[in-house]
């Protein structure tokens, strides 16, 4: 079972939805980078469930401890121990789903997998556990940030039928995009959006989206050929994230309906430098970054956790109606946006060390 991400930046997570905490240890960190917790809470503040009317009523404030790895406020390139208590946990409101699994929740894989789970919130599948990656990503992100002034920045472009337009994510930041609580930057569509969750939270139903991220000032080279390219590591990170059920860097499927004439990116010189004229490769070519801000998509279905009565069975094969009690989110994407981001950052940081070990070696 691998709780274990990354090669030379390696997190590991640890805890479920209802025992006594969730954290990570960072296996890796350059040593000497100012770090408390204070770079690590906003992004976990983003995350946590009951910041909006939104999300699930579940209260949690989300405090991270740094447990080790620092001192006066330093990395001392030792493991970063890292935890945020469960404190709001209702196991009660779980009841109903021990004889019955959830439709399209993990409750029968990891029950036919193990045979035994944890017995409420979804034990180790509940989104607990990306407090780990997120906490990472953060610190992933600042050493990013000081050392090649990476930014990165995810934002909500869909959710079910209702599309977003116009957005520009070269200049997007996250304060743009926390202005509203479904976190979408084009605010007719985000009102929309809003109104819609509120609905479908009324109702006891949930729905799906998409999370638009980019990547910018990546250093040229990052990604490694044929099974670690740079989209393939991205790609696993995005499809590791709870819920999520679709990938896409650049043009993604859009690029399949265009010729190559209209879909390759020229060359051109920026500011010195080659650059490409558009962006249709989202800043990778041949699982190398090119340059170019990286452009991922990521889709993510509705939440299976639904309070409106289901039609199923119960383990023992017998006909059930499942009315799922307990506090869930209806729309995933406005809490997803830190896990997408610190994703990232964890994949970003973990091929540029590779890199720069690289061309630390080389001979010519
Ligand atoms: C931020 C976030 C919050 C989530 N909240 C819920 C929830 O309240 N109820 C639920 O059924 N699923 C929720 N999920 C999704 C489940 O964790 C996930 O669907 C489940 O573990 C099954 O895994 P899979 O969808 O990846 O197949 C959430 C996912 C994310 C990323």
Not at 111 to 140: D, F, H, L, N, P
Not at 198 to 208: I, T, W
Request: proline share 5%; charged share 25%; net charge neutral.
């Amino acid at each position: 079972m691998s709780s274990s991400f990354g090669n030379l930046f390696r997190v590991t997570t640890f805890g479920e939805s209802h025992c006594k905490a969730v954290g990570v240890v960072i296996d890796g960190c350059p040593p000497g980078l100012s770090l408390t917790e204070e770079d690590i809470q906003p992004q976990l503040t983003r995350r946590r469930p009951g910041q909006s009317a939104l999300s699930t009523d579940r209260q949690e404030a989300d405090k991270v401890i740094i447990l080790s790895g620092t001192e006066n406020g330093k990395t001392l390139g030792t493991p970063i121990g890292l935890q945020v208590a469960n404190k709001d946990q209702r196991p009660k409101d779980y009841g109903e789903m021990k004889d019955t699994p959830r439709p399209s929740h993990a409750d029968y894989t990891y029950q036919m997998k193990y045979g035994i789970r944890a017995s409420s919130g979804g034990g180790r599948s509940s989104a607990r556990e990306t407090i780990g990656s997120v906490a990472s990503g953060a610190i992933a992100a600042k050493v990013l940030k000081e050392k090649f002034g990476v930014e990165i920045v995810g934002w909500v472009s869909s959710v079910g039928q209702i599309e977003s337009q116009g957005i520009d994510g070269n200049n997007l930041t996250r304060d743009i995009v926390d202005q509203n609580i479904i976190r979408c930057p084009d605010h007719a569509a985000a009102d929309k959006m809003e109104k819609f969750v509120a609905e479908l939270k009324e109702a006891g139903d949930s729905v799906g989206g998409v999370v638009s991220c980019i990547i910018r000032n990546v250093p040229v080279g990052i990604g490694e050929p044929t099974f670690d390219k740079l989209e393939a590591k991205l790609a696993q990170a995005m499809l590791a994230i709870p819920a999520t059920k679709a990938f896409e860097v650049g043009s993604g499927f859009a690029g399949t309906r265009q010729k190559g004439s209209e879909h390759n990116d020229p060359f051109t010189m920026k500011n010195g430098k080659i650059g490409t004229t558009t962006n249709n490769s989202g800043g990778i070519q041949g699982g190398i970054s090119n340059g170019e801000n990286i452009t991922l998509r990521i889709g993510f279905k509705p939440p299976a956790t639904i309070s409106m009565p289901q039609e199923t069975i119960d383990f023992a094969g017998v006909k059930a109606t499942l009315e799922a009690k307990g506090r869930h989110d209806p729309c995933v994407v406005p809490r997803a946006i830190p896990i997408v981001e610190g994703m990232a950052a964890l994949v970003i940081l973990d091929m540029v060390l590779q890199q720069e070990a690289r061309n630390a070696m080389k001979f010519q």
